[in-house]
C-alpha cells in the first residue's frame, strides 16, 4: 500500500546522520513511522527528504476522481530552536496516465504544507491567497526542472496543521478553474513527507513521530539499536565521501589544463550558478571577476572536509596578487588521547567532526592597488555592519542584496559569525568546483533560470525538488496523453489515501 523511503539524496559534503523507522501498519492502511536526524553545513540546502508514497489508485484523471480524503497527525517530540523543514503532501500530475514524479513526464507538481520552521518555503514567488476547505493558504507558483510547482502554505507564519484530516482534491480543483490546469491531467504519484534543511549550527537531533508515535512507544533498548545504527551509517557516508574526494583529486588537476584552454570558462560557470551568481550583482565585482583564470580547491590530504580555496587572476587594474584564497583548516584540540584508527583508517574524532569546532577559517588581505580600486572599502557590508542577524529583515530595511552582502570579495578578506563566508566556501567546494563543466555549460543542478534554451530538458534528479534549478522549458517533448486510456478512467472514481483502490502499473 506504501513504501517508507529514508530519502538522503542532499547529503553529499555535509556532517550528520538520519534514520527512519517504520512503527506499523494499522488495518492495513495507516502507516505510523519516526524520523531522527541531525545535519551540519549548507543552511537553507535539502538534505533529506523522508517520506511515504502511495502504491495503489493512482493513474487516474482529474476529471475521474470524486475525493482525496486523508489524516496526517504527527508531532515534533524533540526539536532544536534553529532546526529547518517542512511536512507537506506532494502530489504529482501528468499529461499521460503512466507519467511519473519529477520526470520530464511531470507537468505539474502540487505541494501541500502544513508546516514550515526556521525560514523554509516553497519554490518561485507567492501569487495569491485563497480559502480552501475553510483554511486560509498563501499559493506559491515556480517551475523546477521541466514542471510548473504549486504550493499551498499556511498563510499565517505561525499555523501548523499537526492533526490533518481533508480533503485533497479541493486544492487541485482551485488550481483548475485559478489556474488553468487542466482536468485531463493524471494523478500519477502522491507523498507525504518531512524535508530537512538545517542550519549551518550543529544541533541536537531533531525528531519527528507521525501518526500513530507517542514518546513512550520506543524502549531505552530500541533508541540504542537506533543510535547504532546511524553510526553505522555516518562510518559509512565518512568513507564514501573521503574515498570519493581521493579518487577525484588527481582528474580535478588533469582537468585544469582543459579548463584554462577554454575562454572564460571560470567567469561564465560562476555567473551560470544561482546562488553564486546573487552575490556578484556589483557591476564592479563582474568586471573584476573577468579577469578570473582558474578556481582550485585543495582538500586537506588529513582531512578531508577542510580545504583551500584559490582564485587565479590575469594581470588587473584592482589588485596586484595573482591568487587569492581563502583557508578552512583543520584544528586539532591539544590533549585528547591518542587514536587508533580502523582498518579503514577511520577514528572516533573523525565521526564526531563539527564544523563550527574543527574548522577554522583563515583569511588574506587583497593588495588593492589604489583605494579607487578597493571593492571591499567601496561596496561595504551595510546590512551585515549594521548587525543585521537576518538579511531578509536588512532587505526589509530598504536594502538590496548588494548593500546588505556587498563586494563578493569580502569573502577573500572577512570572518562573518553568521558563517555566511563558510556557507560561501561549500558552495564553491562542494558544488560549483566538482561540477564547474555542468555549470559553464548552463546545465548545474543550481544553474540561474534565464539560461536554459526554449525546449531543452535537464533531466530532473530528485535533488532538484523544490529547491533546485528554475528553469524555463517548453513542454513540447512531454509524452503526448495516451488516447486509449483505460475505460475504467471515464468513470468518476476516489483516491483514498487510507483506503487505496485497486494497484495500477507504475513506470
Known sequence: IYTLLNDQWGISGYTGSQTAQALGCTGGTTLAWTTTYTWTGGPYQVKTYTDIYLNSGLGKQLSAIKSIPTV????????????????????????SSTGSGASSTSSYEIMIWLSARGGAGPAGSQVATATINGDSWAV??????TWTVYSFKPASASTEYMSFSQDLLPFLTYLETTYGVSSSQYLVQAQAAEMSMPTNKRRRNDETDHELMRSDDISDEQLKALDGI?????????????????????????????FAAVPKFWP???????????????????DAMAYLKEIHVQRDPKEHRAFTIEFHFSENPYFSDTV?????????????EPEEADADGVTKS????????????????????????????????KGLAAQQDDEDEAMELGMGMEEVYGSFFHFFETVEPEEL???????????LYPDAMEYFTGQGQNVRADLIAPGLYLMAILTSLRYGPQSIFNNESDEEEDDDSEDDDDDASEIDLEKPKKKKSRV
Open 350 to 381: 573523525m565521526l564526531d567532526f563539527k564544523p563550527e569546532r574543527d574548522i577554522k577559517e583563515k583569511t588574506f588581505k587583497i593588495n588593492w592597488k589604489n583605494d579607487s580600486k578597493n571593492l571591499v572599502k567601496k561596496h561595504p557590508r
Open 268 to 286: 561564465t560557470a560562476m555567473k551560470n550558478h544561482r546562488d553564486l551568481s546573487a552575490f556578484l550583482q556589483i557591476a564592479d565585482d563582474q
Open 421 to 431: 563566508d563558510f556557507d560561501l566556501g561549500t558552495t564553491i567546494s562542494e558544488d
Open 230 to 258: 546511524a553510526s553505522e551509517l555516518a562510518r559509512a557516508h565518512f568513507i564514501v565521501d573521503r574515498d570519493h574526494e581521493r579518487r577525484c583529486q588527481p582528474i580535478y588537476e588533469k582537468r585544469r589544463k582543459v
Open 324 to 336: 587569492l584564497r581563502k583557508e578552512y583548516q583543520h584544528v586539532t584540540h591539544a590533549g585528547g
Open 140 to 145: 506559491y507558483q515556480g517551475v523546477v526542472s
Open 72 to 95: 496526517w497527525d504527527w508531532s515534533y517530540p524533540t526539536a532544536s530552536s534553529d532546526l529547518v523543514a517542512d511536512v507537506s503532501y506532494d502530489l504529482w500530475l501528468s499529461a
